[in-house]
DNA sequence: ATGGCAAATGACCGCCAGTCATTTAATTGA
DNA sequence: TCAATTAAATGACTGGCGGTCATTTGCCAT
């Protein structure tokens, strides 16, 4: 009875060389200059059977983009794994969320674009849901070393670790933004290394957020932040 | 010759008309959903005439999303004109941009779906032009206190005041957009205030900027951020 | 061989951004 | 007052694309 098995390989298969045509197309042309003809003739695949395996073109724009939140979550999985003291370990995720930003930025660009009204609104209820789970797996992986901080009294104990969680992501990304972007006039006004700005940022923010003993003991540790004389 | 001027000023008031008409339907559908016909109904024009005042449907999404970069612009320049001391007029920044956000929000909305592709490819540069001097002038109004404070001493030194903007606008943008996109995951497991959130971490943000005899003095006149006893 | 079944196809549909030949309205000059 | 001229507005039309479905292809069991 291996056919039936073979069958499903195969069709997990096609799925995934589905995946691989439609990113090469969204990559170069972004979700509404691609078009679901060329994807097709990426994969050597006619339109039609594009829809047998996903139901529109924001569904396959989604399922490509869940490729970047795995590499995501396998980089932050690698950060925190290091045995080393919960604040570094924290520092850790910015660095590695500084890599997936360096090294895949595709993927982290249609993180961005999936926000539109043209994705929510097409996206069918199981994608969705796929990417509510995965969202959850990546938070909880951040505030793993947060608990940690907290309970050994390195954070202000009056922030939960979801709060800190959310503040160190959304000032990492929001910064990322700006910098992906590349604001014409920033990029001629601005004479700046805004990866390195970057980096201050989020020991800043992350700094602040500390007790007065974990300071002592870490903010030398921090990356990019040995200048600081305070 | 006051003919020729009369026509001048119809044509300006057709464009108002124009863009409050597809304000209307964008504010309603988004970029993708909206179509030229519905925004041509609503002006009680036909599509052709839309054609005649804006090359694309781009052009005119900008064109009403620069309504919302004026309004910013005037907050921001109430915010800073008070004739309070630098560092209250750089929080007051942030509590301007956090009313942009709440009474405002379709505006903010729409500023960042701009980011996407299809927009810049299509948008004309003369549009293109007129948002680059949009964003100066918006830039150069938040560093006017940044440079104020950096001149008294009042933030670290060894960053510019370009710099101290970027990050600071960076962080709030960052968190305004996970609000707004109430991701469904955060929504349900945090019970939290994401507003308070964004305020405290602004205050954090600012304060780790700050030099210690500026902490001593203004820490407590920042907003939200009393509980922090330091 | 042959019937059955899933996978794949591509012609086709409806919708929409953008165009353009034509119509309508306003202004001018005689 | 009435052509003539010019500017503004129109809406039928085109091309392209997302999505569908009746038909075909190819694989397997009998």
New interface residues.
């Given amino acids: 009875m291996g056919i039936k098995e073979r069958r499903e390989r195969e069709k997990d298969a096609r799925r995934e060389e589905i995946i691989s045509a439609a990113e090469t197309v969204f990559f170069k042309?972004?979700?509404?200059?691609a078009t679901m003809d060329e994807i097709a003739e990426a994969a050597e695949l006619s339109k039609g059977t594009l829809y047998l395996y996903y139901k529109s073109k924001e569904d396959l724009y989604i399922a490509v983009s869940l490729r970047g939140a795995d590499i995501l979550h396998d980089l932050f999985e690698k950060a925190i794994a290091t045995g080393e003291p919960s604040i570094k370990r924290i520092a850790n995720l910015g660095e590695a969320y500084l890599e997936y930003f360096d090294k895949h930025r595709m993927y982290f660009r249609m993180q961005?674009?999936q926000?539109?009204?043209?994705v929510h609104?097409q996206v069918s209820p199981e994608i969705?849901q796929i990417c509510?789970e995965n969202?959850?797996r990546i938070?909880d992986l951040v505030m793993d070393p947060i608990k940690t901080a907290l309970e050994e009294g390195l954070l202000?104990r009056?922030?939960?670790p979801?709060?800190i969680a959310?503040?160190l992501?959304?000032?990492?990304?929001?910064?990322m933004?700006?910098i992906d972007?590349q604001?014409?006039?920033?990029k001629g006004?601005?004479g700046?290394d805004?990866v390195a700005?970057l980096r201050?940022?989020n020991a800043?923010?992350l700094?602040?957020?500390m007790t007065e003993e974990a300071q002592k003991q870490y903010t030398s540790t921090l990356p990019h932040h040995e200048?600081?004389a305070k």
Same sequence: chains 1, 2.
């Fill in positions: 042309k972004g979700l509404a200059e961005y674009f926000e539109s009204t043209q609104s969705l509510t969202s959850r938070w202000h009056e922030l939960s979801m709060e959310v503040m992501w959304s000032n990492s990304n929001g910064l933004r700006l972007r604001d014409e006039y920033l006004a601005l700046v805004l700005l201050k940022s800043f923010l700094e602040a957020m200048s600081e």
